[in-house]
């Protein structure tokens, strides 16, 4: 059995540690002993991107928010489906994760961070989403595991209404926010009903019809 290689560690801005191992030529992401993502298992995390930017790759100027850089997956994916003239802003709250992306020696994201329609904005994805009122066409936040089921204290902050009213604020008319979770949740989008939007749902496995089936709970904002 081939074994697991420590590469390296780094602490959240609320001590939560993040470590990065390499494995039969995957790279997984535990926190606190506990996988958070691997190389492996992207499928979620590519159709995050699919449904969030779906209807988007001919429409001119559109901008789009990616909450947590991870493994680039998602970023990745929003990429491939917008037109040459998209922006795609990547939040990431954790300075080592992009310095791992950007590592040449770990086979990561690299190379899509460097297509001309990406802004890397280290810090926290909240302040973004304030301080960008009607910018953006769709927003996707793979920021953590979920309303439920958190590893990281400090995420709380975007799924209680004030977060969930600034990803609305942040959209334009019409535009669509899209939470990543590992399982599903009734009441966050009850949540997210309340707070005005149209919800929707969908399963997405983990790998190809294997693994977990995680949920991708969707909110549009009316026109």
Same mark, same amino acid.
């Given at each position: 059995m081939k074994p697991y290689e420590r590469l390296a560690e780094a602490a959240a801005p609320d001590g939560t540690v993040l470590t990065l191992y390499r494995h039969d030529g995957a790279y997984l992401l535990r926190i606190d002993g506990i996988e958070l993502m691997s190389t492996r298992r992207s499928q979620s995390e590519v159709q995050l991107a699919e449904l969030a930017c779906r209807g988007l790759a001919d429409q001119p100027g559109v901008r789009v928010l990616v909450g947590g850089l991870g493994f680039g997956f998602t970023m990745r994916a929003a990429l491939e *489906?917008?037109?040459?003239?998209? #922006? =795609?802003? =990547?939040?990431?709250? =954790?300075?080592? =994760?992009?310095? %791992?992306? *950007? @590592?040449?020696?770990y086979a990561l994201a690299g190379a899509a961070m460097d297509d001309p329609r990406v802004d890397i904005r280290e810090g926290d994805v909240l302040p973004l989403l304030r301080t960008h009122r009607g910018v953006f066409d769709a927003i996707m936040l793979d920021v953590d595991n979920g309303a439920e /089921?958190? $590893? $990281?204290?400090? @995420?709380?902050?975007? +799924?209680?209404?004030?977060?969930?009213?600034?990803?609305?604020?942040?959209? #334009?008319?019409?535009? *669509?926010?899209? +939470? %990543? /979770?590992a399982d599903a949740d009734p009441a966050f989008a009850k949540a997210l009903r309340r707070n005005g939007l149209t919800v929707t749902t969908e399963q997405s496995r983990a790998h190809g019809k294997q693994g977990a089936a995680h949920e991708l709970i969707a909110g549009e904002k009316r026109r």
């Open positions: *489906r917008l037109g040459p003239d998209a #922006r =795609v802003m =990547v939040a990431e709250i =954790v300075p080592e =994760v992009i310095a %791992w992306n *950007r @590592n040449p020696e /089921s958190l $590893t $990281t204290s400090g @995420n709380a902050k975007l +799924y209680v209404d004030a977060g969930i009213q600034a990803a609305i604020a942040a959209l #334009r008319p019409g535009g *669509r926010v899209i +939470y %990543w /979770s």
